[in-house]
């Protein structure tokens, strides 16, 4: 059962002379501080590059062509029913992949480096890599292509296929979603994830839900929404409250809430939170559906991305319980802009690389734009936050905060002027 809540690579090969390096040969290094005990994880190349190509020296570089790709598929040229959510979705969990997959072998480099006496010639044998040379060899999700990934959307409908032929009933919407939820939650055993591990990243991209086949509501009504297409059952969606409700497109919405063995198609579809008197979704009737604002296939790619910034900023600033991307804009007179309060850099730069992707989608979102200058600030990128925050002061509809926010930026350029830690790249994520 459905009740999404919208607020909720290819494997580098290395070749190495016989050194001490020789050990690490099919795995990357990572050290926690201040133990520096030594963590091995699954060696993946993160570098986009032909093999006569340089090789990347920022994450930038490395996430560029992703970056591109995600933004021809959601190009404001396309209409929007030719845009694939899942495609979308895929792009961006390869983006993040790469990012994540260039800082372990960053962190190997780094280990190398403090650790070898021939490190300048080890190096050079690290840095022989293999590179994807295509763009389906670029895209590789757990060692799957995303057109491998989006068969395992095929695969999920042929089965339902296969549970309405072993049924011996037509293809009317109420069996085939019957049939849909069969398949995923019986047959596959699909589950919503709990609250706690709902803040875990893994469960909010469409390949790990696929893979593990435990994530948050929103991507079970992403699957569902691109298996019932597969099956020529279009399916809407729209926000309500703090839920991201799913049903069939009809011409008559009031077949939706007739009940049917106890339970409305309605029901079946979007599950216990239909139920529940705390939500709103349990006040809705055929009526009152047709004045939601139906979710675009731009708009759902949107809420995915807003869902990725909350919980990649909930995971950066948990060493700082309560921290708030605009807390340094309500203590402006109390506190020093050049305070910077303990965050996960990792996570930041993920949750910057959400809003970024979602700014391409929503160019004139100034709040939206605040937030990404506000992350900025926080990485101690000057230049960007500077540059984001004043656009927003040019599109800000809230004269108050739009005097808060130039207070904010020429404080920051103050404070960028001088030798401050502010703008180093010592001490900005990499």
């Known amino acids: 059962m459905l009740c999404a809540s919208s607020s909720s690579f290819g494997h580098a090969s290395m070749t190495m002379a016989s050194s001490p390096l020789s050990r690490f040969v099919g795995t990357t290094l990572r050290f926690d501080h201040p133990g520096r005990n030594l963590i091995t994880t699954a060696s993946a190349s993160a570098y986009p590059l032909n093999k006569d190509s340089p090789r990347p020296k920022t994450y930038k570089e490395v996430t560029k062509p992703f970056r591109k790709i995600f ?36 962190d190997a480099m780094s280990f190398v480096k403090e650790n070898q006496s021939d490190s300048e010639e080890e190096l050079e044998t690290v840095q022989d890599q293999s590179y994807p040379d295509s763009e389906e060899h670029l895209l590789q999700l757990d060692g799957k292509s995303i057109s491998e990934w989006l068969s395992e959307l095929d695969a999920i409908s042929k089965e339902v296929e296969a549970e309405l032929v072993s049924r011996d009933i037509g293809c009317h919407s109420v069996q085939i979603l019957e049939a849909v939820n069969t398949v995923l939650f019986d047959t596959r055993g699909f589950e919503r994830t709990s609250k706690r591990l709902a803040l875990d990243p893994k469960y909010s991209y469409l390949h790990s839900v696929l893979n593990s086949r435990c994530g948050t509501a929103f991507l079970f009504s992403v ?79 949107g809420i995915a991305l807003a869902n990725l910034i909350r919980v990649h900023w909930r995971r950066a600033s948990k060493p700082s319980p309560g921290l708030m991307l605009t807390s340094p804009l309500s203590q402006l007179n109390n506190t020093s802009v050049s305070n910077f309060p303990l965050l996960r850099p990792q996570d930041l730069r993920l949750a910057i690389a959400a809003a970024e992707r979602l700014l391409i989608l929503e160019p004139l979102n100034w709040r939206l734009r605040r937030d990404l200058g506000m992350m900025h600030y926080y990485v101690r990128q000057s230049r960007e936050a500077i540059q984001e925050l004043s656009i927003c002061i040019a599109f800000a509809f809230d004269e108050e905060e739009a005097k808060v926010l130039t207070l904010f930026v020429e404080k920051l350029h103050l404070l960028s002027s001088l030798k401050s830690p502010f703008g180093s790249d010592r001490l900005a994520v990499r």
């Open 71 to 106: 933004a021809r598929e959601i190009s404001t040229q396309s209409k929007d029913d030719d845009i694939s959510i899942a495609k979308a979705l895929l792009y961006i969990a390869a983006e993040d992949e790469a990012f994540l997959a260039f800082n372990r072998e960053m």
């Open 223 to 301: 699957i569902y929404i691109e298996v019932c297409q597969r099956l020529g059952l279009p399916i809407v969606g729209a926000r309500v409250g703090e839920e991201f409700l799913i049903w069939p497109k009809t011409e008559n919405p009031e077949e939706l809430f007739s009940e049917n063995s106890g339970q409305s198609l309605f029901a079946i579809i979007n599950g216990r939170c239909v139920d529940d008197p705390g939500s709103m979704a349990s006040d809705l009737t055929g009526k009152s559906l047709l004045g939601l604002d139906v979710a675009t296939n731009r708009d759902i790619i």
